[in-house]
């Protein structure tokens, strides 16, 4: 096992290094033990992940046909099945977690997109997958929609860990810090401890760019800000986590032993083969982060990463940058709600293609 590799020089930066995927043959495999060895603090799951994982592999065709002569549900043999994979991650992960502190090492499972806009539907979904996890070190996922707010401020007074997820503005991001102080405060006020209790607000970088380059005029005014404004908009968020983890309010629930819920960076794969492969692992690294990073990312930073103290840097060329946009008439917050929206229909539609396809299979698989 090395500790020299570009992993462990950022953790000594103060990021930790997370996997954006998890399937059936990573667990058996040795794949996934293999990544720890290298450094990888933990792993983030969504729909998109599953359905590739279980819709387009015959892994898990073995369970589903068991489940369907129970007679259960698609949706209850899609619960099983991601719960069995990320109870078995979260495992792997434990020892990270126990000599973190609880700081690290967890693995995120996320509630229904067909919730994104039910507050209460979302608390007791998580609520449920919490318990079927059972694992001390597994974070439930929640998008940060308005009503997901509501939601991520409840799980956080209830006591569990939240992976706040599809934050694509500073305001959302904002909110999302805002929802998990409030929780924290309105588990103080019940009488609870507040130590032990674990988040992320992830912010998603890449697709930022994606959208904005397409929108930008031909020229030297757009050339400038190509390929730019994704890494600036974090960075911007960046900013705002410092301020807000370091306000007096902050200080008084530090004090009770309360962690800060740690910006991370995800979307992280380049989709412009023009653009360095590790430009949005590069660019963010400080303290206090995480960076998820799919597999073939993962892989292209452990060859040719470049390890800097870079989320802080260049703050006068970012304002700058995000400025200019604005007065080239293009929108963030328009660019960054439209992102959301397509986050939401993206991971639903995967949802139910999966739902599906489990159906089918089962179907099949009976005979």
Not at 129 to 140: D, E, H
Not at 151 to 157: G, H, K, N, S, T
Not at 261 to 282: C, E, F, I, M
Not at 338 to 367: P, R, V
Request: proline share 4%; net charge negative.
């Amino acid at each position: 096992m090395t500790q020299d590799n570009t992993i462990y020089r950022a953790l000594a930066l103060g990021q930790s290094i997370w996997c954006d995927f998890l399937s059936r043959d990573l667990l058996r495999s040795g794949k996934l033990d293999k990544m720890i060895e290298d450094g990888v603090r933990g792993v983030t799951t969504n729909p998109s992940i599953f359905e590739n994982a279980i819709g387009k592999t015959s892994d898990y065709d073995g369970d589903i046909l068991s489940m369907v002569r129970q007679g259960k549900k698609r949706e209850e043999i899609y619960t099983s099945l991601t719960v069995a994979d990320v109870r078995e991650a979260a495992d792997r992960f434990f020892p990270i977690y126990s000599g973190s502190g609880g700081r690290d090492g967890f693995v995120s499972l996320e509630v229904s997109p067909l919730l994104a806009h039910d507050a209460e539907g979302t608390v007791s979904e998580a609520e449920t997958l919490a318990r079927l996890t059972g694992k001390k070190n597994v974070m439930i996922k929640i998008p940060a929609t308005p009503e997901g707010m509501k939601a991520i401020r409840r799980c956080i007074a209830l006591g569990i860990n939240v992976n706040a997820t599809l934050i694509f503005s500073g305001e959302q991001y904002r909110q999302v810090a805002e929802a998990f102080i409030s929780g924290l405060e309105d588990r103080v006020s019940d009488g609870n401890p507040i130590s032990g209790i674990a988040s992320v607000a992830s912010l998603f970088v890449s697709r930022v760019d994606t959208a904005v380059d397409k929108l930008l005029p031909s020229g030297n005014s757009g050339a400038a800000l190509a390929g730019k404004i994704a890494v600036d908009n974090a960075r911007a968020a960046y900013m705002d986590f410092e301020s807000l983890f370091s306000s007096p309010r902050w200080t008084v629930l530090a004090e009770k032993g309360a962690q800060v819920q740690r910006p991370l960076w995800a979307s992280t794969g380049t989709k412009n083969p023009d653009y360095s492969p590790t430009l949005y692992v590069d660019s963010l690294i400080g303290p206090h982060t995480v960076n998820t990073i799919p597999p073939a990312t993962l892989e292209a930073f452990l060859a040719a990463g470049t390890v800097g103290m870079t989320v802080a840097s260049d703050r006068e060329g970012m304002k700058r940058r995000l400025d200019e946009l604005e007065a080239l008439g293009i929108s963030l917050d328009e660019v960054t709600g439209k992102l959301l929206k397509e986050g939401l229909d993206a991971f639903e539609k995967a949802y139910i293609l999966l739902l599906d396809c489990i159906e089918k299979k089962g179907q099949s698989l009976a005979g």
